[in-house]
Nanobody
C-alpha cells in the first residue's frame, strides 16, 4: 500500500522560504513520476509541480516558476519542494503523490492522498 508523509510546512512571512519533504513507502519509488499539489481553503486541489522518475522536472505551475524547485532522492525515497520568495497566495495545504506519468494534474495521482503539510504565508 502506497503511503506518503509530507512535512516541512509552517508559517512564514512573504518573501521567505520553506523546503517541503515527502517520504514515500509501499512503492518502487525510483520507478514512479511524482508530483506536488496544493489545496487552499475553499478551493479545489491544484497541481504545483511534477518530476519524472529519473529526476527531470516536467511541470511547474506558471505562478511558481522561478520560485519553486522540485527534486527527488531515489536513494532516500523522498521528494522535495524548495519554495522561495513565498507569496500569500501560496498559502495552502501541500500534498505529494505518485502520478501515472500523464499530465501533472490531481486526477493522475495514484493512491490515497496523505495528510499534507500546511503552508501559511503572511503578508
Amino acid at each position: 500500500q502506497v503511503q506518503v508523509v509530507e512535512s516541512g510546512g509552517g508559517l512564514v512571512q512573504a518573501g521567505g522560504s520553506l523546503r517541503l519533504s515527502c517520504a514515500a513507502s509501499g512503492l518502487l519509488f525510483r520507478a514512479y513520476h511524482m508530483g506536488w499539489f496544493r489545496q487552499a481553503p475553499g478551493k479545489e486541489r491544484e497541481e504545483v509541480s511534477c518530476i519524472s522518475f529519473n529526476g527531470i522536472p516536467t511541470y511547474y505551475r506558471d505562478s511558481v516558476k522561478g520560485r519553486f524547485t522540485i527534486s527527488r532522492s531515489n536513494a532516500e525515497n523522498t521528494l522535495y519542494l524548495q519554495m522561495n520568495n513565498l507569496r500569500p497566495e501560496d498559502t495552502a495545504t501541500y500534498f505529494c503523490a505518485a502520478t501515472n506519468g500523464g499530465d501533472c494534474v490531481p486526477l493522475n495521482a495514484l493512491g490515497a492522498w496523505g495528510q499534507g503539510t500546511l503552508v501559511t504565508v503572511s503578508s
